[in-house]
């Protein structure tokens, strides 16, 4: 399948300012995120930015970049700009690989592409959790899947809740249980992208702020690849940086 990555780059960040240019191993961070991507096979990796320096930084390492609307209010609406600027057919395939993941796996995204098909506009990935805090963790979405694979909600809570399992402890994970932690990678066909920003919000992303529970709410399928092992974390803290830039430095 042919398919290509856009790479939503903004400047603001309250936790860690000029993020996408933060320095790993002499190249930017956005520069680093969009050499992986192109590793995934996509026939071409494009960086949607609302800044002009983060634009020139790209240019300035032989990345396709392009200038943004800078009101966009998420970074689906900005990629949905670029991709009507390629021109890309409604059947394209289009992929959402944050600015702040120097280290995602290449297969991920791929596969991730892969799940979209003439009735499944809309993809995401998950990998099972093993860690019990992470259960009860807030900041760590959780998503439910049908039969087919499809996601049937997203949500911040334990989902699905063990009944009988947490009754007796909620120290250790139960046996045979195995929730599913969302990663924040998306793959659409270029005609639901467009579609995307006209849809209305939903009460249950203004609840949960979870933007991707606007399609269900919708009634779209969302299919979800199912990784076996946690990727590696993106970059949201100084102390990620850190962490990241060992890891280019090594």
């Not at 600015?99 to 009735?119: H, S």
């Not at 120290?171 to 969302?182: D, F, G, I, K, T």
Request: aromatic residues 6%.
């Amino acid at each position: 399948m042919s398919f290509t990555v856009i790479i939503p780059a903004r400047m603001a960040s309250t936790r860690l300012p000029n993020k996408p240019l933060a320095d790993l191993g002499g190249k930017p961070m956005v520069v680093r995120v969009a050499e992986r991507a192109a590793l995934s096979g996509a026939t071409q990796v494009v960086v949607a930015t609302d800044h002009a320096d983060i634009l020139a930084a790209c240019r300035q390492h032989g990345v396709a970049a392009q200038l943004t609307r800078a009101d966009h209010p998420s970074g689906t609406d900005r990629i949905a700009e670029v991709a009507a600027a390629l021109k890309l057919p409604p059947e394209a395939v289009v992929v959402n690989v944050q600015g702040d993941e120097p280290l995602i796996d290449p297969a991920l995204i791929a596969a991730t592409a892969r799940c979209i098909a003439a009735d499944v506009p809309m993809a995401t990935a998950a990998h099972p959790i093993a860690e019990v805090a992470e259960v009860f963790n807030p900041n760590v979405v959780k998503v439910v899947l049908d039969k087919a694979g499809r996601a049937l909600y997203f949500s911040r809570a334990t989902i699905p809740w063990h009944r009988d399992g947490f009754a007796n402890s909620r120290e250790v994970l139960p046996s045979a249980y195995a929730p599913l932690r969302h990663i924040g990678l998306y793959a659409y066909s270029n005609a639901f992208l467009q579609n995307y920003p006209r849809l209305e919000v939903s009460p249950l992303e203004q609840i949960e702020a979870l933007e991707q529970l606007r399609v269900l709410w919708h009634g779209y399928p969302i299919a979800v690849h199912v990784t076996d092992s946690a990727p590696a974390a993106g970059v949201d803290t100084p102390e990620d940086l850190d962490r990241v830039r060992q890891h280019f430095n090594d």
